[in-house]
């Protein structure tokens, strides 16, 4: 813990509140001067706007030019991030340190995608071993799967596996599983189909477990601590529904990964199926660890290696590029300009690829639950604004639902569009149809309509002058409305590996400039005790199974009795 925390705390280079550094008044005063320009202006005053504002990385281009910023706002915001030590606590978490100081633990999820031959760890802790074996034991076990060496109890080839965790233990492997569809799709119907369980709605169970053949169906059990209540309820009724066709051969059809492997085993896994955790990995970022093994179940395991070679790269990237040109650190700081001179309280993800469609649940995820803080290093409540918003879905869909409010809302809501150059399937018109949009929609948030413009267009459809005038402002748009435009070559699964790395380190960038751990999540822990002391207590039976409801405010009381009377 000393070793992480108070290296952070030395980067901070005086006692000063981070509004009052010179840095941070010097970016005031420049959003002062820049706040009202429009993006028309920057672009008619700087022909080179696009190349100048463009990075590149194998397979992406990152067009940051559809921004409210200038040199000068680049040059200011990067003066932030050296003031706040973001080289110095980005070096602290690859080197290991505790720099998740609540838990006191370091932050090494780069280690299970490390592809090089370093070390990995805190001093004389070389984590790689062990990630090694169990990258190891992975192979084996899904190629077993996908090639049927590994059969189920009956002797018959697993068809199905249903992933069965929440959260990190989720929505990663979800995500990546239907962005990689295609990389495994069966070969003459040998192909492995994977289902997610994690809601502990019963018609959740219903819905994945249905038409499935017990005989045919593994279950792998994700879950860091193993005590997670909604994923070790779906585990049990996972247990029961195919215990009632394999009866003592249930435990055959069932996998764990956790970093509890002791109790994974009493719980009834077979040993030599449980794949660890460690404590130093966070479920956000685990998708790189055996919580992906159901993924390398589906798409196969060197696919899986091209998945965390991507992330490797982008990983070397973020360490190795000067800030300038470091994609991660551009995203970010881009982020604080709005988020904290802007005061945007949203961020849009719009992947116009329907396999990225599970994308911005993901980086929800990452990003709220990581910057979702308002205590820093001190302890004590920061003054400024920190984790947005994150939201969004998929194009085309997102134009018949949101983009109305992003074109003439009240909100000013920054927008990352992330599309690809060449489809997944074979080139087809529809593709470039979607493309087109997907270059429309950024070019028409930043460039609106004028009045003059919408009179033209209303005139050279032969309405009046009369007819126009009650129009006009119905039809005028401010544009102005700021993008980043992530273009990559296709999505394999090495460029995912890095699209997610990206945001990964976008974040924990940010989390640096607030001073706040981007690590922990003590604000998801409040709701889970009081669910464990309602069900303990029996409130939820018919006439309360004459519990004690005195301690709860009137409100879940009276909900809590109103919900058993209507059990009886």
């Not at 929440?166 to 599983?177: A, N, V, Y």
Request: charged share 25%; hydrophobic share 40%.
């Amino acid at each position: 813990m000393k070793q992480g925390k108070k290296a952070l705390r030395k980067m901070e280079q005086t006692g000063k509140p981070l509004q009052k550094t010179a840095e941070w008044i010097a970016l005031e005063n420049h959003y002062d001067k820049i706040r009202d320009i429009h993006l028309r202006d920057l672009f008619d005053k700087d022909p080179e706007r696009f190349s100048r504002f463009s990075r590149s990385f194998p397979g992406f281009l990152v067009d940051f030019s559809k921004n409210r910023l200038n040199n000068k706002t680049l040059s200011l915001l990067l003066d932030l991030a050296k003031r706040a030590g973001v080289e110095k606590a980005r070096d602290l978490m690859f080197q290991g340190a505790a720099i998740n100081w609540t838990e006191k633990r370091p932050a090494l999820h780069p280690a299970l995608r490390n592809r090089s031959d370093s070390p990995m760890g805190p001093k004389d802790q070389d984590v790689m071993p062990e990630v090694t074996a169990t990258l190891d034991r992975m192979k084996a076990f899904a190629e077993g799967v996908r090639t049927g060496k590994l059969k189920g109890s009956s002797g018959k080839r697993f068809r199905t596996v249903v992933n069965i965790g929440i959260g990190g233990s989720h929505l990663g492997p979800e995500m990546i599983t239907r962005a990689l569809h295609s990389y495994g799709q069966p070969k003459r119907g040998k192909g492995i189909a994977v289902r997610f369980l994690a809601n502990i709605d019963p018609t959740a169970f219903k819905e994945t477990v249905e038409e499935l053949n017990p005989q045919e169906t593994l279950f792998i059990v994700s879950s860091k601590s193993f005590t997670t209540t909604e994923t070790l309820t779906n585990a049990r009724s996972a247990w029961e529904w195919a215990e009632k066709s394999l009866g003592e051969k249930t435990g055959h059809h069932f996998a764990g990964v956790t970093a509890q492997v002791e109790r994974a085993r009493e719980w009834g896994i077979d040993p030599e199926r449980v794949f660890p955790l460690w404590e130093w990995v966070g479920g956000r970022y685990s998708w790189a660890s055996a919580i992906g093994l159901c993924v390398a179940c589906r798409i196969g395991f060197d696919h899986f290696e091209e998945l965390l070679q991507g992330a490797h790269e982008m990983d070397r990237h973020f360490q190795e590029a000067p800030l300038e040109e470091n994609i991660p650190v551009l995203m970010a700081m881009i982020g604080i300009w709005y988020r904290n001179f802007f005061n945007t309280q949203t961020q849009a993800i719009l992947p116009y690829s329907h396999a990225l469609g599970a994308f911005p649940a993901f980086v929800q995820q990452l990003d709220m639950e990581s910057n979702g803080k308002s205590i820093d290093l001190n302890g004590e409540r920061v003054r400024y604004q920190t984790g947005p918003v994150v939201w969004g879905e998929s194009g085309t869909l997102n134009q018949h639902s949101f983009f109305q409010l992003l074109h003439q809302g009240k909100f000013l809501v920054p927008a990352d569009f992330i599309g690809f150059v060449e489809p997944l399937e074979e080139a087809s018109e529809s593709h470039g149809e979607l493309m087109a949009h997907f270059f429309a929609q950024s070019q028409a948030l930043m460039l609106g309509r004028n009045p003059k413009e919408v009179k033209k267009d209303l005139l050279a459809r032969e309405m009046s002058p009369k007819e126009i005038a009650p129009l006009l402002p119905h039809r005028t748009f401010r544009g102005n409305r700021p993008s980043t435009t992530l273009l990559i070559d296709q999505l394999t699964p090495r460029n995912l590996g890095a699209l997610i790395a990206l945001y990964e380190m976008k974040v924990f960038v940010q989390g640096i400039i607030w001073r706040i751990n981007s690590f922990d999540q003590w604000g998801v822990e409040l709701g889970k005790q009081l669910a464990e002391k309602i069900l303990n207590e029996g409130s939820l039976v018919a006439n309360n199974g004459g519990a004690d409801l005195s301690h709860h405010d009137p409100s879940t009381r009276g909900l809590l009795q109103h919900f058993a009377q209507h059990l009886e």
